[in-house]
């Protein structure tokens, strides 16, 4: 089925290590982005893309890395885990720039950090 | 910067009965506005949006939105709610004014619980 595609599901941490979270859309999106859930505060967006090759800052980029080196894939990495960043990601895909085309979410991924 | 205000954290409506959520925005210009819905365990699924138009905006699920300017609202609705309408509901506006970015900015979500 056609759509986005977050692993993995549940990850648990230790403070300090570093991991990637991978997201692949397979619906031909030039607009990727990451958000993070966390509880009482909705949805926040940490980086985005526009087009292979092409990323930006979100509202809360700090402590996260992107990279978008082919149109399917956006990989959202954590170089040094911390507690702060315990939450639940979502990856997000659209047709183009401009949120008027709409967002194709991911299952989202849950990352504990202990 | 824009902000989006869901001033229910829970509501509780019975199986059959009206429902109405409430979504309160602050933009500078004219928005784009946005309704999702989140079920446990899932990510988002878009309800509905409004861009320019008609008012009254229809989308899945039997909901419907009202596009209120002068009171900065875009409240959601549905006549007659079913058990599997219990989830986490968020209303968005956007696009995100930060920094030149792109995306959308949420509110902190409506917890809808059915009353058999």
């Known amino acids: 089925n056609a759509g986005v595609t977050q692993t993995p599901k549940f990850q648990v941490l230790k403070t300090g290590q570093s991991m990637t979270l991978q997201c692949a859309q397979d619906m031909n999106h030039e607009y990727m982005s990451w958000y993070r859930q966390d509880p009482g505060m909705g949805l926040r967006l940490i980086h985005y893309?526009?087009?292979?090759?092409?990323?930006d800052q979100g509202e809360v980029p700090n402590g996260y890395n992107v990279s978008r080196s082919t149109t399917e894939d956006f990989p959202l990495r954590l170089l040094s885990a911390a507690p702060s960043q315990t939450s639940v990601y979502f990856c997000a895909s659209s047709y183009s720039r401009g949120v008027g085309y709409g967002y194709t979410f991911g299952s989202g991924t849950r990352l504990t950090v202990v | 910067a824009q902000s989006v205000t869901q001033p229910d954290i829970h509501i509780t409506v019975s199986e059959g009965a009206s429902l109405e959520l409430r979504c309160n925005y602050s933009?500078?210009?004219?928005?784009?506005l946005f309704w999702y819905v989140q079920s446990p365990g899932q990510g988002l699924q878009l309800l509905l949006k409004?861009?320019?138009?008609?008012?009254l905006v229809q989308g899945i699920k039997g909901f419907e939105a009202e596009f209120k300017r002068s009171q900065s609202s875009f409240n959601l609705r549905k006549p007659s709610v079913h058990w599997s309408d219990a989830a986490e509901y968020f209303c968005a506006v956007g696009p995100y004014s930060g920094g030149g970015a792109d995306g959308l900015t949420f509110g902190k979500g409506t917890h809808l619980i059915i009353q058999p």
């Open positions: 893309s526009v087009g292979a090759g092409i990323t």
């Open positions: 933009y500078g210009a004219t928005p784009y």
């Open positions: 409004y861009f320019s138009g008609d008012t």
